[in-house]
């Protein structure tokens, strides 16, 4: 959202014009908390059409059903929930996810630190040497 939006950027804004009702505006109001918590956050479309934000890896996803808006966090079971904001995915080895089904509202603060905490995550992968063959 800095700058010249990127194809993906721009495939992500019409993927939230076309929701046209309240799951368009949940997944804007989170992408923009996403861009509060990292702000030099990177967004991406992967799998034929998922929102994807990144940072040292992905953050989580965003995808949007009939009822429902999803935030996949691929590594939320290592990440402190103290909010318990994870709803869904809670059986995975290493998923984790926020279901926001409509007049949901997800706190702000503790979601912005879900994804300080998927991003400091992510560095420390980044920053562990690799194991020598």
């Known amino acids: 959202m800095n700058g ?3 194809p993906a ?3 992500i804004d ?5 929701l046209g009702d309240w799951r368009g505006a949940a997944l ?4 923009g908390l996403i861009h509060e ?20 890896g992905i953050l989580c996803t965003g995808e949007s059903y009939k ?3 999803k935030l996949t966090f691929l590594k939320g079971a290592s990440l402190a929930d103290p ?21 949901e509202v997800v706190d702000a603060d503790a979601f912005k630190a879900l994804i300080r905490a998927a991003a ?11 194991p020598k063959p």
């Open 83 to 103: 909010a318990g904001l994870f709803n869904a995915s809670l059986d995975g080895n290493a998923r984790r996810a926020i279901d926001i089904r409509e007049g």
């Open 28 to 31: 804007a109001r989170m992408r």
């Open 120 to 130: 400091d995550l992510n560095a420390a992968a980044k920053s562990k040497p690799k």
């Open 4 to 6: 010249a939006a990127s």
């Open 37 to 56: 918590a990292v702000p030099d956050v990177v967004e991406s479309w992967k799998w034929m059409g998922t929102p994807v934000w990144e940072h040292g």
């Open 67 to 69: 009822s429902w808006v």
């Open 14 to 18: 019409e993927r939230i014009a076309s």
């Open 9 to 11: 950027t721009a495939m």
